[in-house]
């Protein structure tokens, strides 16, 4: 599926491949102390997984994956991805982007986002990069550095309306990388529905408030709120000739390590309570194939809302 197949001869047959079957492994038979274990390890396709994902209770994983699987065939520019012709925030194409599925509050149910969370709001968002950042980002609005300019749409009660879009196009000053690469997972059983529709991601923050000149000309800012949110990119698209892993997936789920031994490119026991069941090692390949054979699998953008939390404090901007 477009990189040399790790299974051939393995259990001493050759694998098969298919445009839809992801990978066939063979039989196996496993001893334990008392008795013997059969498991039939026979292929599934990929328009399976979003099913084996809702079983585990993956709702925004399946739901992402669906939606790659039906869109229409799309790939999502290098350039967008790298950031040097990627559509401002507002002006991204609804096509290509999706910023209803995910809400903060479910993400930060999880401790290792809740923390980075926390990190980000107390170590970067008013860090002296983000403040020059939030400069830039007042000359681009439009201020010329003299007396007050308010800053950030709110609504009536005076509370942030502005949605995650309008942030990264304009308010947006730094950012935060959330998660390990699928290796670590993998070796740590830390899989869950944030791994499954997010992956590695950008927790990103942007700041408003007010900012202001001295009679000296020095500019000040006073923030009043800042906001976090997710930007990420869900695509199957292979960096630098590496073949991406995606796990070994039954139709009930991803294999942990608690239920597998994974040698990366190679399997090499799997043990499943001796059930009959479909099993297959995914890599991105296998996705970009279906996208050629079927004229299917559009990538897109993920945003999430916006946490809000509120500032204070005074704090000086450069501005030269």
């Known amino acids: ?81 790298d950031g040097r012709e990627l559509p401002e925030g507002m002006y991204i194409p609804d096509q290509h982007c999706d910023d209803t599925t995910i809400k903060m509050s479910w993400l930060i149910g999880y ?68 998660g390990d690469n699928f290796t670590l997972h993998l070796m740590w059983d830390t899989l869950d529905d944030v791994f499954g529709s997010l992956g590695t991601f950008s927790l990103k923050v942007g700041v408003i408030g007010t900012a202001y000149s001295d009679s000296s000309k020095n500019v000040f800012f006073e923030p009043s709120y800042a906001g976090v949110y997710v930007k990420d990119f869900y695509d199957f698209n292979n960096d630098n000739g590496w073949d991406q892993p995606l796990g070994v997936w039954t139709e009930d789920g991803i294999l942990t390590r608690g239920q597998s031994v994974i040698s990366i490119p190679n399997i090499k026991t799997i043990t499943l309570n001796k059930k009959t069941m479909k ?25 999430s809302d916006v946490y809000w939390v509120r500032l204070s404090g005074v704090y000086s901007l450069p501005w030269s």
């Open 279 to 303: 099993c297959a090692y995914v890599f991105n390949s296998d996705f970009l194939k279906y996208r050629d054979k079927t004229g299917r699998g559009g990538d897109f953008i993920v945003f």
């Open 111 to 178: 401790p290792r986002v809740a923390n980075a969370v926390t990190k980000l709001l107390n170590e970067r968002a008013l860090s002296p990069a983000a403040l020059k950042m939030t400069a830039k980002r007042l000359k681009r609005l439009g201020w010329d550095g003299c007396g007050a300019y308010t800053f950030g749409r709110k609504n009536i009660l005076g509370r942030p309306s502005m949605s995650a879009r309008e942030l990264e196009q304009n308010y947006q000053n730094n950012y935060l990388a959330v």
């Open 1 to 81: 599926m477009g990189v040399k197949n790790p299974y051939a001869g393995f259990n001493g047959r050759t694998v098969t491949q298919d445009t839809y079957i992801v990978r066939e492994l063979g039989k196996t038979r496993y001893l334990d102390k008392e008795n013997y274990s059969r498991i039939t390890i026979e292929p599934i396709t990929i328009q399976q997984i979003p099913k084996a994902m809702s079983r585990m209770g993956w709702k925004r994983s399946a739901s992402f994956m669906t939606r790659w699987l039906n869109s229409p065939a799309w790939k999502c520019p290098e350039s967008w991805k």
